[in-house]
């Protein structure tokens, strides 16, 4: 059994978010060095906004709920106040919407030409497919997806 405060336990512990943090931070380093009219430029463009979709996803549904989506946890029974309890339940659904503002305020004073509103681009594309997940993963199934659940 690992020791669970020592340094190689809290590493393994977290392992997938800082995995993907070194991802994304490996393609936006090649794109700042890249020429995004080229193959390799175009492809890492693509990647940070592709795996900033996972980073997200890995961390995010890491410390927020929504409630009824099976791309989460499920938030405490516990009793909170109304508004509270109302957004902790959905503080994932929040979060994307809030972010997502963000993002699209950014894309929207950028050239969506330039090097960097194309990457923007992507990420509020990535951004509103995430929180089409969450959404459909509330309502609907899919057969054999471990994802889906009756409830």
């Not at 175009?42 to 409630?67: C, H, M, P, Q, R």
């Not at 946890?73 to 959905?90: C, F, N, S, V």
């Amino acid at each position: 059994m690992k020791k669970k405060h020592g340094l190689k336990y809290q590493l393994y512990e977290h392992s997938m978010s800082l995995a993907s943090v070194a991802i994304v931070t490996l393609w936006i380093v090649a794109y700042i060095w890249s020429d995004p009219s080229t193959h390799w430029g175009s492809f890492f463009g693509n990647a940070i906004a592709d795996w900033s979709g996972v980073l997200v996803t890995v961390i995010a549904t890491k410390y927020f709920y929504e409630l009824g989506s099976a791309e989460s946890r499920q938030p405490p029974k516990e009793a909170l106040g109304r508004i509270r309890g109302l957004l902790l339940r959905h503080s994932l659904s929040i979060f994307l919407i809030i972010t997502g503002i963000g993002w699209v305020i950014l894309f929207v004073h950028l050239n969506p030409q330039a090097k960097w509103g194309q990457v923007v681009g992507n990420i509020v594309s990535e951004w509103t497919q995430i929180f089409g997940m969450v959404i459909l993963t509330k309502r609907l199934v899919e057969r054999h997806s471990k994802e889906s659940h009756h409830q």
